[in-house]
């Protein structure tokens, strides 16, 4: 149950097609932000470790010439 603001009247909210309450809306980006914010000024994150036995292709490039060091 909630208020319909729009008819004046309290109502079933899903019923009535209004599924996303501002404030349900306005806590979830509040809380992805505390969240962002977290993970941006964090020393550190947890990740999984790598398998074992070769990440992928060598690292190629460079400038060439005699800077080609090999």
């Given amino acids: 149950m909630g208020f319909d603001a729009q008819n ?3 109502t079933d909210m ?3 097609g209004i599924i ?5 809306t ?6 992805v932000a505390s969240v962002a914010r977290l993970l941006t000024t964090s020393e550190a994150m ?3 470790k790598p398998a ?5 292709p060598p690292m190629g ?6 800077w080609n060091v090999k």
């Fill in 46 to 48: 947890i990740a999984d």
């Fill in 20 to 24: 996303d309450p501002t404030k349900v």
């Fill in 61 to 66: 490039g460079g400038m060439g010439g005699k």
């Fill in 8 to 10: 004046g009247i309290y």
């Fill in 52 to 56: 074992s036995g070769g990440g992928g």
């Fill in 14 to 16: 899903f019923e009535a």
């Fill in 26 to 31: 306005r806590t979830g980006i509040v809380d």
